[in-house]
């Protein structure tokens, strides 16, 4: 059985969403990038092919509306990893105990990675979509937990930035270019390829 709850995250009174089922095999914590919320339609549907293969999932809101709309605080990658590891320590219980995965994507996927780097116990897994990965630069030697990039195929330059990424990473640690997709994954089958994959990554890496 699925059960939603809504959150409030920090200081801030960030809003999100917590979906947990009795059987599942792991939490997803969704770090969104800049221009995103727990609301947005495609970390819905990505939520839901996640929740489609025993995954719970936790979508916040890492930036207040004010946060969200000056362009410094937007892509402050340090002040969205902190609030990042304010929402891991306000999971519940239930929540808590599962083994913890991050989703991060564009801006985002660089504050997951400084968080897997800080927190390499309580991180297991990190999946990267369309993630500007080049922006953890300094501490990607540092990030052992197994880590996947996906990026679309069709987006040439920010596949050159992640295979970069790639190198210094030091655990396990994989690249994947979806066919046909674009940087936001908006062609036909590209999203819920994305997220099949992932889902297939946590469920991997994610200890039992």
């Not at 800049?34 to 999932?57: D, F, K, M, Y």
């Not at 937990?145 to 195929?153: A, R, W, Y």
């Not at 030091?170 to 940087?183: C, D, F, L, Y």
Request: glycine share 8%; aromatic share 2%.
């Amino acid at each position: 059985m699925l059960t939603r709850t809504s959150l409030t995250i920090g200081p801030q009174a960030l809003a999100g969403e917590l979906c947990l089922m009795d059987d599942a095999r792991g939490l997803v914590l969704f770090v969104h990038g800049s221009g995103s919320s727990h609301l947005s339609p495609r970390n819905q549907r990505i939520a839901l092919a996640l929740q489609n293969q025993s995954l719970a999932t936790c979508l916040v809101d890492l930036l207040t509306t004010d946060e969200a709309a000056d362009e410094a605080t937007a892509h402050d990658i340090t002040l969205i990893a902190r609030r990042v590891s304010q929402a891991i320590d306000a999971l519940p219980p239930a929540a808590a105990a599962l083994p913890l995965g991050l989703l991060g994507a564009g801006t985002g996927a660089a504050a997951a990675l400084m968080v897997a780097a800080e927190r390499p116990q309580q991180v297991r897994a990190v999946v990267s979509r369309g993630g500007r990965t080049d922006l953890a630069a300094p501490v990607l030697s540092d990030v052992r937990t197994p880590t996947l990039l996906i990026v679309g195929g069709a987006d040439p330059e920010l596949l050159r930035l992640n295979r970069e990424a790639l190198a210094h990473l030091r655990g396990v640690k994989a690249i994947e270019a979806v066919p046909r997709a674009t940087h936001l994954f908006l062609e036909a089958g590209t999203l819920e390829a994305a997220a099949l994959r992932a889902g297939e990554w946590f469920t991997t890496h994610l200890p039992a």
